[in-house]
C-alpha cells in the first residue's frame, strides 16, 4: 500500500471514450477527462462552465443558419426557413425573402459568397442569386449565365451513348431533328441543344426520336447531315441542378450536379458566369470528370491551398498555378468521403480543412504535408467517437478556438483546437430541446434550436448564464414579469442581479414579480458535469485494483460555485457564505484560489473515477487544475 499524489494540470486532451479507458500508456489520458458536459476546455488547458443561450428571434419551423458577411463591420445572419429566407444584422430582423427552398430540403442545401452576393444551390432547385443591396434590401433571382450572340455560355453534355446522332432537317429557323437512338423527353421543351457548337432550343418533342426545335440567330448550322457531334445543356431541371460551389483562382467552381455527380465545371477566369470551353486557352473554362474505381458524387468543392473536392468516397485536389486547361492536375489523396444524405460544409481551422466523414462518427483535418506533398486526413475524433454522432452543422469560432459540431441527435460536440500547443479536447453540450443547425457570424455562435416543436435562434453569450434567456429591464413597482411566452410551461431559473432567486414555469408568457427588482435574467437552466479519468498509479504500467481518495483538491478562477461528490453523494462547497440554498441579497463575489475536500472509502473498480463536478447553478465556474491524493494498494 502506498500514498500518491496525482495533479491534473490540463484538460487539453478534453473528453476520452469509453473504448480508451485502458490507455493509460497515451498521453491523452493523462489530460483527458471520462465526462465533460456543458462545460468548455479552455486553450490553456482549464475548464468552464459554457456561457448561456441569449434569445435572438422565434422562427416560423425548421431552418438552416447561414452566415454572410461582406466585412466585419457589415455581417449578417440568415436563416433559411419553409419558402422563405430570414436576415438579421446584430440580432434584429431587418429583412424576409421569399425562396424556392422547402423544409425539405434545407439539409442539401449548399452555397458560397463573394462580396454582395451570396450563391445557393441544391440538386433539385434552380441555383439563385442572393444579393444585398442595402441592410434592408435583398434579392434573389436565378443564376443568369453569360448570353453571347444568342449562345448561352453554360455547361453542356451529351447524356445519350457516344454513338448516338442527330439529324437536323434544315440549317437555320425551325427545324426538325431526327435522332438514331432514344434521346428525347417531354422535359427537353425549352431547353437548349448544341450540334457542333451552334445553338438551338427545343420547341416540342414528337417522340423518344424526334423533336422539334428553333435554332438561334447566330447559329446557322453547318449542314443537314447526322453527326454524333452534339450535346444538351448539363444543369436543368430534366438532369439536375449543382450540388456544391465555391470561388477559386477568380474563377467560379461548380462541383457535381444530381444526373453528372463526380463532374467539375470551371468557369472563364474572371468571367464567374461564363462556362465556355472556347478552344482551351489559358483563361476559358475548364471542365473534367473525377475518374477513378468508383463513381464518387461530389459533395463540396473548397477553395483551400489547392482546389480540394470531397466525395461520397474520397477526397481530391486539383492544382495548377495557376489552373488553366492545359496544366491542371487532379490528384486523389484519400479515401474517407463525405455524407450524401445531408451538406455539411467543410471550414477552414488555421489552413486545414475539417469535414465530416461518410461514417458520421469522425471529424476529419484534411491537411497538406509539406514532407509528403500530398494532403492527410486526420481523425479529431479518434478518442471520443461517442460524441460526433452523425453530424448535420460545422462551424468554427475563431475567438475561443472552438469548432461546433451539430448532432443529428440534438446534441452539440465542442471541440477546442489549437494546433500550435496540441490541443484537441472534445466537451459535448446539450440543452432542453435540441440543436438543429448552427452559424458563427463576426465571432458570434448563433444556433437554431428547437423546443417542444418551437424553433427559435438562440446565441451563445458569456453575460448570459441560462438558456433561451431573456433579460428585463423592470420598473421597481412591476407585479408580474412578461414577454417570456417561448417559455410557457417550461422549468426557468431566475437570476437578479447575477443571483439565483428560485425557479418558476410561465404562463400566458408571464411570472408573478418575486420582490422589488430592475433588471432579471429568465430563462432554462442546464447542468454542468466533468468527471476525471480513472487514476493510474505514478510509475505503474496498470491500474491500482483499489483506490482510496484521501483529499481533492480544486484551483479555481473567479469561481461562484462547486458541487463535488467524492464518492458519498454530491455537497455544496461554500464559497463566503453562500450555499445551496442562494440566500443573499447580492451576487456573491468571484472566488479564486484552493478548495480542499476530504474523502473517506475504497474503491475497487478501475474504470469509476475519484470525484465528479457538477454544476445546477447558473454562475461563473472556472477549474484550472485538480490533484488527487489516494491511497493504493496494488494486490
Known sequence: MSVARLTKTSFASGEIGPSMLGRIDLRAYENGARR?????????????????????????????????EFNTEQAYLLALCDGQMLVFRD????????????????????????????LVVHPDVPPQRITRTSHTNWTIAQWAFIEEKNAIQQPYHKFAPDAATLTPSATSGAITLSASADVF????????FRIAKKEMTIVSVEGPRAAAATVAADNTLANIAATTDWEEQ?????????????????????GGSRDLPNRLWLSKSGDLFNFDLGTALDDEAIEFALLSDQVNAIRHVFSGRHLQVFTSGAEWMVTGDPLTPENVQLNRQTRIGSPSDRAVRPRDVDGATLFVGRGGRDLR?????????????????LLAP??????????????????????????????????AEQVTAWTLQTTSGAFRSLAVVSNATYLAVERAGRWSIECFDPSYSTDAAVKLALAPTATAWTGLGHLDGIAVQILADGLPIGVAVPASGRIPARGSRTSVEIGIGFVGEIEPLPPAAPGNANMPRSVRLIEASFKLLETC???????????????????????????????????????????RTS????????????????????????????R
Open 91 to 118: 440580432g434584429v430582423q431587418v429583412a424576409t425573402l421569399a425562396t424556392p427552398w422547402r423544409a425539405a430540403q434545407l439539409k442539401q442545401v449548399n452555397w458560397t459568397q463573394s462580396a454582395d452576393t451570396l
Open 234 to 254: 448539363a444543369l436543368s431541371a430534366l438532369r439536375g441542378w449543382p450540388i456544391s460551389v465555391t470561388f477559386h483562382q477568380d474563377r467560379l467552381v461548380i
Open 561 to 603: 460555485q462547486l458541487r463535488v461528490d467524492t464518492g458519498s453523494g454530491f455537497v455544496d462547497v461554500p464559497f463566503r457564505g453562500l450555499g445551496g440554498a442562494f440566500a443573499l441579497d447580492q451576487a456573491p463575489p468571484p472566488f479564486s484560489g484552493d478548495k480542499r475536500i476530504r474523502a473517506l472509502g475504497w474503491k
Open 386 to 419: 461517442h460524441l460526433v454522432l452523425d453530424p448535420v452543422a460545422l462551424d468554427y469560432d475563431p475567438d475561443d478556438r472552438l469548432v461546433h459540431v451539430v448532432n443529428a441527435d440534438g446534441s452539440m460536440a465542442t471541440v477546442t483546437i489549437y494546433r
Open 607 to 634: 474504470i469509476d473515477p475519484l470525484w465528479r463536478i457538477e454544476l445546477p447553478a447558473p454562475l461563473p465556474f472556472i477549474l484550472l487544475s485538480a490533484t488527487q491524493e489516494m491511497k493504493v494498494n496494488d
Open 185 to 192: 423527353v417531354a422535359g427537353h421543351v425549352g431547353q437548349r
Open 365 to 381: 483535418e484534411f491537411l497538406f504535408a509539406d514532407s509528403e506533398q500530398a494532403y492527410q486526413a486526420t481523425d479529431l475524433a
Open 36 to 68: 465533460l458536459r456543458n462545460v468548455v476546455v479552455m486553450p490553456s488547458g482549464g475548464v468552464k462552465r459554457r456561457p448561456g443561450l441569449a434569445r435572438i428571434a422565434g422562427l416560423p419551423g425548421q431552418a438552416r443558419l447561414m452566415a454572410f
